[in-house]
Structures are given as C-alpha cells and as structure tokens.
C-alpha cells in the first residue's frame, strides 16, 4: 500500500512526550536547498511512503529468527498466520544426517492491531494475532555452525547458526540503541544542524536536514553490520518508537529479517529493554497503566531470555545475564525507580514500580534498581559469577548514566530538568566498578559518546586495585542523530562525535566526520602474548551519492576513538 504525500496529514500523527503535544501533521518538504557555511545539502523529493505490510510472505508473519544462545542450545522462534505446527531440519554439515524437530504452536494475543490501528490503516479488517512456532534444539557442540531449515504451511525458509563458543574463542559483537522504528520514519529527516562553531547564518540552523531519512539510515546500518558477520548483536533498548503499536514492531522485524538484510536469522539479537518499549502510544494512554504493561508484553513475546528466577513472576526476562565465550553480558530494565518522582526516578511518565499505584490502582512491574531491590541483589550475584568464569564483563541498559545529552539533566519538570533522566542510575556505578566492570553500554540521548570514570576495583582476594570503566551512549541506531544539549555539562565524557570529529568536505562532498547512524563493533580475542584484549570501535555509516547524485550509497567509517582493554588471561 502506498500513499502518496499530500495524504500525510491523514496518516502521521505522533506524541512528543517530553513537550506533551500532538503533532498534527509532518510534511516533508520537496526539496532543501541550505545557505550556510557548510557546503549546499540538497534533500531529494519524497513523494511517497510505504505502509509496512505485517506479513513477510503467506506462511511466514515473521521469519524464523535465532534467540537465547549457548553453547549446546539455541531457540528458533518464527511467526505464522495459522496454528498448523511447522517443523524444523538442522545439519552439522552438509554430509551429516538432518535431523528434524517438529514446532509447538502459541497465540499470542498480545500481538494484536489496536482498534484505532485496524481503523486507520486496514479499513478494519487488521490481521488477526499470529502463532508463535518454536524449537528448542539442545545437545549441540560449542562454537560450531549449523544449517537449518524451517518448513510451515510447505513453505521452505533456510539459514544457518553458530552456537556460543567455550571460553578460549574470540568474538565479534554489535551494540546499538534507538532504532525506535515506525512506518513514519520514512521521508523523516532529523535535524543536522550547522556544525560549526563560527558560523555567522543560524537562521539556517534549524533548515539543514541530515542526508537520508531514518528508514534508509536504520536499513545501512544493519547491512554493513552483516557485512562484518558479528557472532551476537546487542540492543540497548529503545527497539521501536511506540511499544505498544504493532505496526512499529512490523518494521522492526522488516528491517532485521527480511529482504537483503536477514540478521536475525544467523545472529542472535539479545535486546535491553528502554523506555519506548514501555510506551503503548499516543492513542493509547501511552505510559498510563494498564496500557504500558499491554505494550511490554508484545516485546517480551518476540523475544526468549535465559531466566532470572526472579520472585515476582512479571519481573522474569525484564533483566537477565548470560555468558557468551570470553564475556558475560549482564542486561538491566532501569525505566523506573523509586520514590516515584523523585531524585532517584528515571522516569516520571512511567507508573512502573511493583509497590506503586495508578489509575486506581492499577500497576506496572518495571523492576527499580534500589540498594535493596530484588534486582540489584540478583545484579551483585551475576557480577561475582562474571568475575571468578569469564575474562570480561559488559553491562547493557538503556538510560545512559554519563550524559551531554538532555537526558544528563537531573530528574523533573523545572527548568534545566528532564523527566526521564539517566543522571539517578549513577548510583550503581560504585558496583560496577566494585566488581570491575569493563564497559557500561546504554543509549536514550540518541548520540554517540564515550565517558570515562575511574575508581578501584576489588579482587578476588579482596585488595584494591585502580581501575576504569568506559560508559557509552550507543544510541545512533537510527533514530535522533542529537546534539549535545546547550548547558549540559558531563565531566567524565572522553568522546563525542558532535564535537570531536568534525564535518570533512571536498569539493561539496562529506567525506568524514559529523554526527551519523552506526554501532559499536566489539572484538574479543587474545594477542600474541596470550594475554586478552577487547577492543571497541565506533563506526558510522557515512551517506554518499550514486551516479545520479542522490543519497543512496555509503560507506562504513569509524570515529578516531577506539578503546582496547587488555588484562591477562584468567587462570
């Protein structure tokens, strides 16, 4: 279904929740032309925008994709249209027998088309919640590729898997935040606004447009992603822009695993969850409750976590841990906290504290992070594990607690404040660096940047020994591509992109520098010493023009800021 653009105004209507306000319409101009002191940046024409359609093909609503791995075990989760059990084939090699696995079909009905979407994009005749297959394979051997083929309704889907490699493998990982998709980010173009500091025509400012919209920016970054063949892709938060409407989930997977870019069904993608997540929409109550609760369950359905045995049972899969060859990843749910509202609250939206109440007493179970909490205590327990069995320890959550951004503004309404603010998770940061965390991967200020504190970590033995944490701002997954908020001060910050690499052009082309969408690539291997090294490079995704001209093409760059760990081998 295409709709052309004078019809927008019909279909794009989205909130603003820091400022409250409906957006009543987005029109995308025709064409940019931009005076100012960097070179003339014209923006092509958009006459149309695609309506993702919810169904990859007749018998797949979503492609198989791989969840939940380790090193004997990984889950294969597709979606289906009907409740026909499909079945599975998987192969060591092409000369080993296959062996086949019939899949246990689940509605969920989590999965469905609010009203409001039904009405205005399916003339209300919306698809009805599709079947869950899943196959659990297990006994499988550590580090070692597999071929699978997936068979529903006699259609066949083939790809392959690798599961978790032992402790002495390196390993390739990509962490990004904030794609925040929607079928609207289509002919949507943020805001790039003059990059240098004398600039004497600011009026232009607010004129300048980034290059590509954010559907094209999102879709680049994830194929040169699988151009590099990561062994694991890590989100930290902020999947999709409204949690709880499922059109925004439909391109979500549209991105990841269908057409050029299939990632999710050779990689798994372990996600934290983020505030859009708890996000039912502007239509529907948004962060009220029980609405927001309605929207998480459609995340938790897409997605199979190890467990946290958790002791309330909806606290279960909103944080969890696991161990994949020479690290652990340890994934936190920071959207709320209590007090409700106060110095300590990541989110004053947000209804989520198991003791809270709202809406007459209706409630959410986003886990807070107190001292006493039942999160931070399983925290403590995972952190001693990751420091006796593996060489590296990665935190991931969403709030980035070292900002520039307008989430480093302490927590509230007021001026020079902002209600959802990463400022009150600092107070982990003496545990993280108690049990010598390697790096703290986040998002939410929609940037790239890198701080940097230091402390002393404790051993094993008990002694004190100096030590650093890296805090990143992953958040360039393809969303906000923001600036630094004017009066924003973060002490601890090292790099960041806005500032600290410039825009390079040449003869009216961008050949480096400037604020982009991209990831971080994290390779772990062991040097010639035998000692480990985790090195960290940024990389953008850096648009440039086809033979006609227009933004089509790019290329993989990286920031000048690349950060190698090294330590020992464990013994």
Not at 268 to 289: F, R, V, W
Not at 396 to 419: I, K, L, R, T, W
Not at 499 to 516: P, T, Y
Request: with cysteine.
């Amino acid at each position: 279904m295409i709709i052309k653009i004078t019809q927008l105004k019909q279909y794009i209507q989205r909130f603003n929740y820091q400022s409250r306000l409906v957006l009543s319409s987005l029109l995308v101009s025709s064409l940019l032309i931009v005076s100012c002191s960097a070179p003339t940046v014209l923006i092509p024409e958009t006459e149309t925008i695609e309506i993702i359609k919810p169904r990859a093909t007749l018998n797949y609503r979503v492609f198989p994709y791989l969840q939940n791995p380790t090193q004997t075990a990984m889950t294969i989760l597709w979606l289906s249209d009907l409740p026909e059990d499909g079945f599975l084939t998987f192969q060591k090699t092409t000369d080993s027998k296959p062996i086949r696995i019939n899949s246990s079909a689940a509605l969920l009905t989590a999965l469905n088309y609010p009203e409001w979407e039904s009405q205005k994009f399916f003339a209300g005749k919306a698809p009805t919640p599709p079947y869950q297959q899943r196959v659990r394979i297990e006994g499988l051997e550590a580090g070692t590729l597999y071929q699978y083929s997936v068979s529903q309704g006699g259609e066949i889907f083939t790809s392959s898997f690798k599961t978790a490699p032992d402790e002495n493998t390196s390993i390739r990982v990509s962490v990004y935040a904030d794609s925040e998709t929607e079928p609207e980010s289509t002919g949507k173009f943020v805001k790039w606004d003059e990059p240098f500091a004398n600039s004497s025509n600011k009026k232009n400012d607010e004129k300048r447009r980034y290059l590509i919209d954010q559907t094209k920016g999102y879709a680049n970054n994830l194929e040169v992603i699988q151009s590099r063949k990561p062994d694991l892709i890590l989100i930290a938060g902020d999947l999709v822009q409204s949690g709880g409407e499922q059109r925004d989930w439909d391109e979500f997977w549209m991105h990841n695993n269908s057409g050029t870019t299939k990632l999710a069904s050779t990689t798994p993608i372990m996600p934290a969850i983020g505030n859009h997540e708890y996000y039912a929409g502007p239509k529907l109550g948004h962060s009220s409750q029980p609405a927001s609760e309605i929207a998480f369950l459609k995340y938790l359905d897409y997605f199979e976590f190890p467990a946290n045995n958790a002791p309330i049972k909806e606290h279960e899969e909103r944080y969890y841990s696991f161990k994949y060859g020479p690290a652990t990843f340890i994934m936190l749910d920071l959207s709320n906290n209590t007090p409700e509202d106060s110095s300590q609250d990541t989110s004053f939206y947000l209804n989520g504290s198991f003791n809270s109440e709202d809406n007459n007493g209706l409630t959410g179970f986003s886990p807070g992070f107190e001292p006493d909490s039942t999160q931070v205590s399983w925290l403590k327990q995972q952190l001693e594990e990751a420091r006796s069995n593996s060489q590296f320890t990665f935190i991931v959550f969403h709030h980035a607690p070292y900002s520039s951004g307008p989430h480093g503004q302490p927590p509230g309404f007021d001026s020079g404040q902002n209600p959802q603010s990463g400022v009150p998770v600092r107070a982990l940061t003496h545990i993280f660096m108690e049990y010598g965390v390697d790096a703290v991967l986040s998002g939410h200020d929609e940037m790239w940047e890198r701080s940097v504190v230091k402390g002393e970590r404790k051993t094993m033995s008990g002694d004190a020994v100096a030590h650093t944490i890296h805090f990143y701002d992953v958040g360039i997954g393809g969303d906000g591509l923001r600036k630094p908020q004017k009066g924003v001060i973060n002490q601890y910050q090292t790099f960041v992109a806005n500032d600290h690499a410039a825009e390079q052009w040449v003869n009216g082309e961008l050949i480096s520098g400037g604020r982009h969408y991209g990831h971080l690539e994290m390779d772990i291997n062991r040097d010639e010493a035998g000692n480990w090294q985790a090195e960290l490079t940024p990389v953008y995704i850096l648009p440039t023009k086809d033979e006609s001209g227009i933004y089509n093409n790019y290329i993989r760059k990286t920031y000048d800021d690349v950060v190698v760990i090294s330590k020992p081998a464990k013994q």
